[in-house]
T-cell receptor, first 116, second 111 residues
Framework: NAGVTQTPKFQVLKTGQSMTLQCAQD?????MYWYRQDPGMGLRLIYY???????DKGEVPNGYNVSRLNKREFSLRLESAAPSQTSVYFC???????????????FGPGTRLLVL | SQKIEQNSEALNIQEGKTATLTCNYT??????LQWYRQDPGRGPVFLLL?????KEKRKERLKVTFDTTLKQSLFHITASQPADSATYLC??????????FGTGTRLTVIP
């Protein structure tokens, strides 16, 4: 049981290049999320997917697109990378614990992206 | 707009003492609040969830309180150990079943 996996672990891009960050979970969770984490800013939600086939914008969606390919996989695409997108990107999936009101999130190890 | 504040960026404490971290939120009333631990270079890990109608929640050496009047949650680690050194994130729910994460408090437990 690998949990949440992300690829790549580290990437360097030039301004204007595109790339896709991959995320997969093997816990059969319905909801999945993409966050970015910057120093002093905390984790900010980019996009989320409450179920297969649905996606919604989070707090900072500009410059990104997502695809919920199936229940397991949720990818994040940067069409034209900018230096402001230099960050650490985390994917997460969530489940509602028995007897709980809300969903607990399980995070991947992160992708460190540097845009020059 | 919603705002989350964690009391300080960094907290140093002697081994064996109780660490207390503070999370304040403004402009809304979350139905529940979660706490996560994050180690350097890794993703956050869930620790505890507390509902708005619960005053206190415990798990081993961890205790969380939730004061909806003060709009504040306190996170305590008793008998702290060097292995407890990490960044702790407060995450109230946003009302859309998502979480709004604070910037975190970096705890260092000194042997």
């Amino acid at each position: 049981n690998a949990g949440v996996t992300q690829t790549p672990k580290f990437q360097v891009l030039k301004t204007g290049q595109s790339m896709t960050l991959q995320c997969a979970q093997d816990m059969n969770h319905n909801s999945m999320y993409w966050y970015r984490q910057d120093p002093g800013m905390g984790l900010r939600l980019i996009y989320y997917s409450a179920s297969e086939g649905t996606t919604d914008k989070g707090e900072v969606p500009n410059g990104y697109n997502v695809s919920r390919l199936n229940k397991r996989e949720f990818s994040l695409r940067l069409e034209s990378a900018a230096p402001s997108q230099t960050s650490v990107y985390f994917c997460a999936s969530s489940v509602k614990l028995a007897g709980s009101v809300g969903e607990t999130q399980y995070f991947g190890p992160g992708t460190r992206l540097l845009v020059l | 707009s919603q705002k989350i504040e964690q009391n300080s960026e960094a907290l140093n404490i002697q081994e064996g003492k109780t660490a207390t971290l503070t999370c304040n939120y403004t402009n809304y009333s979350p139905a529940y609040l979660q706490w996560y631990r994050q180690d350097p270079g890794r993703g956050p890990v869930f620790l505890l969830l507390i509902r708005e109608n619960e005053k206190e929640k415990r798990k081993e050496r961890l205790k969380v309180t939730f004061d909806t009047t003060l709009k504040q949650s306190l996170f305590h680690i008793t008998a702290s150990q060097p292995a407890d050194s990490a960044t702790y994130l407060c995450a109230p729910e946003t009302g859309a079943n998502n979480l709004f994460f604070g910037t975190g408090t970096r705890l260092t437990v000194i042997p």
